[in-house]
Nanobody
């Protein structure tokens, strides 16, 4: 079956780094736009970053310069590298895939979703 499986979440101190992985099975990440979203308790889900099939990459203003998303085609995996983490980055992070998507899309437009990864930034 087609699915996205996430890994790499955890607890990190402010200023630290964490890398999330989003491994695809049943489809090729090169054919999909991959979006990263996060949701903190009591808050709406927000877009974090996205990489489209043509390779265009976009980031939310809140993470620009700190987060980087990339594809590893050999491993069929998308990564979100998070540096200089802040307590306000604490949330459940999700990856999502959209066939031939361009740019960042609304969450309901995505075809496949990862199970979510808890990221907690705390001293």
């Amino acid at each position: 079956q087609s699915q996205l499986v996430q890994s790499g979440g955890g607890l990190v101190q402010p200023g630290g780094s964490l890398r999330l992985s989003c491994a695809a099975s049943g489809f090729n990440v090169g054919d999909y736009s991959i979006g990263w979203f996060r949701q903190a308790p009591g808050k709406e889900r927000e877009g974090v970053a996205c990489i489209s099939s043509p390779g265009n990459i976009n980031y939310a203003d809140s993470v620009t310069g700190r987060f980087t998303t990339s594809r590893d085609y050999a491993k069929n995996t998308v990564y979100l590298q998070m540096n200089s983490l802040k307590p306000e980055d604490t949330a459940v992070y999700y990856c999502a895939g959209l066939l031939h998507g361009v740019g960042c899309r609304l969450s309901y437009e995505y075809d496949y979703w990862g199970q979510g990864s808890q990221v907690t930034v705390s001293a």
